[in-house]
């Protein structure tokens, strides 16, 4: 062992006499420990959400939307979708209509976003018809009291607030005609629910209905038209790649593209900021942690400035010295950095295991913490540790190698 490293860890290690210092010293490594632990933790906690969000997100739209400027009906809407699925990547294709209305339920109304399926296509881009939680995804005729009434399938959020709590209630869903006045009377059409939906987004079952498109066209005076195509891709990555494939393929203009990203564009923006913010508040805990160690050192100096002066007696040079010292910041750095380690993995698997901590979703989303570990954090996460804590050992260091042997040799 070469002697710069046997007085660091000698120095590292508590003495009677010098127990004050060692305090400061495990004080400063448990301030690096928590430092590590707490920025690895919220590095995972935002990697879990915005791969939960966007998870969410994906399953529950399609990849690109095709549509109109000036939200036009689209028309002859089958033949555009047989062209688009010609398109390399494009693995499904529905139509759709996208409208707003209230709905009603007994004594209760509710503001609504209306999703009208192609109930044939559906299940080609999005995960509607698996995320029935109860009933069954059926938006045909639905036989009640000797008459046929459609069916809608309701999100669990907005049931709840209609105080809908299982399937077969009849509901009415009310429109007002496109050029809406003051003296037009709005339509009224009555639906038979069939299932519950739940997304496992919250803004979503919140205020989303599904109906059978034949309907709206028929509710919205929209005869053989639709908002919009939702396209599927096998690869949604490549999202931004394929849609000015699309388009081309339907001869751009009036029709235009937006991909998943660019619908949540807000969202992510906000998520990367919340992360990058995060990590410089919690660097913050790191870098007192460093001056703890500066102060440390020092006061180490001062002890040792005897010690040191017969090792520079004896031919140690001042880089030697200047070593000993950033060793035992360098021993600090990787103690904090190994413990942090361990304690940020263990409460991450903790939480992805058990979920201990909950989320109101209708705050965030979801409804529990999520976290998703990455080794290149932790790795980035440890290099910044080592480094501050290099940095700070430096300056007490470089004083240590200055000290001259005759002077610290008499220094009491």
């Not at 080609?124 to 059926?138: L, R, T």
């Not at 564009?265 to 703890?292: C, D, G, H, P």
Request: hydrophobic residues 45%; charged residues 20%.
């Amino acid at each position: 062992m070469k002697y710069e490293t046997f007085f660091a860890l000698r120095y590292f290690r508590a003495k009677r006499r010098t127990g004050f210092i060692s305090i400061i010293t495990y004080v400063s490594l448990i301030g690096v420990t928590i430092g590590v632990a707490a920025l690895n933790i919220v590095l995972s906690s935002f990697n879990g959400f915005e791969s939960e969000v966007r998870t969410r997100l994906i399953s529950a739209d399609s990849h690109i939307h095709l549509r109109k400027y000036y939200s036009h009906a689209i028309e002859d809407y089958q033949r555009l979708a047989d062209s688009v699925r010609t398109v390399p990547g494009v693995t499904g294709v529905s139509p759709m209509i996208i409208k707003e209305s209230v709905l009603r339920f007994k004594e209760n109304n509710q503001p609504v976003a209306i999703r009208a399926l192609d109930p044939a296509s559906a299940a080609q881009v999005s995960n509607v018809p698996e995320s029935i939680v109860s009933g069954k995804f059926d938006l045909g005729l639905q036989d009640y009291e000797g008459r046929k009434l459609p069916g809608i399938i309701l999100g669990r959020y907005l049931a709840e607030s209609l105080f809908i709590f299982e399937p077969g209630d009849r509901v009415i869903l009310w429109s007002l005609p496109r050029e809406a006045s003051i003296m037009s009377s709005p339509k009224a059409q009555e639906f038979i629910v069939t299932g519950i939906s739940e997304l496992g987004f919250y803004e979503y079952d919140k205020v989303l209905c599904y109906i059978d498109i034949g309907e709206a066209q028929k509710l919205f005076n929209m005869p053989g038209g639709v908002t919009r195509l939702d396209i599927k891709l096998k690869d949604y990555t490549r999202a931004d790649e394929i849609a000015p494939l699309i388009e081309d393929k339907v001869g751009n203009y009036p029709f235009t593209t937006n991909t998943w990203f660019e619908q949540n564009r807000s969202l992510y923006s906000w998520m990367e900021y919340e992360k990058q913010l995060f990590t410089i508040i919690l660097s913050l805990i790191i870098m007192v942690a460093a001056f703890n160690i500066v102060s440390s050192l020092i006061m180490i100096v001062m002890e040792k400035t005897r010690e040191i002066g017969i090792l520079k007696s004896m031919g140690a040079a001042s880089k030697g010295i200047m070593r000993i010292f950033l060793l035992e910041g360098l021993i600090i750095g990787i103690l904090g950095m190994i413990f942090g380690n361990i304690l940020a993995y263990g409460l991450c698997w903790a939480q992805q295991k058990f979920g201990f901590f909950r989320m109101p979703p209708e705050v965030y989303i979801i409804d529990k913490l999520p976290v998703e570990m990455h080794a290149l954090d932790f790795a980035v996460v440890s290099a910044i540790a080592l480094v501050l804590c290099l940095l700070a050992a430096t300056y007490p260091a470089y004083k240590a190698s200055r000290l001259s042997p005759v002077d610290a040799i008499r220094y009491e």
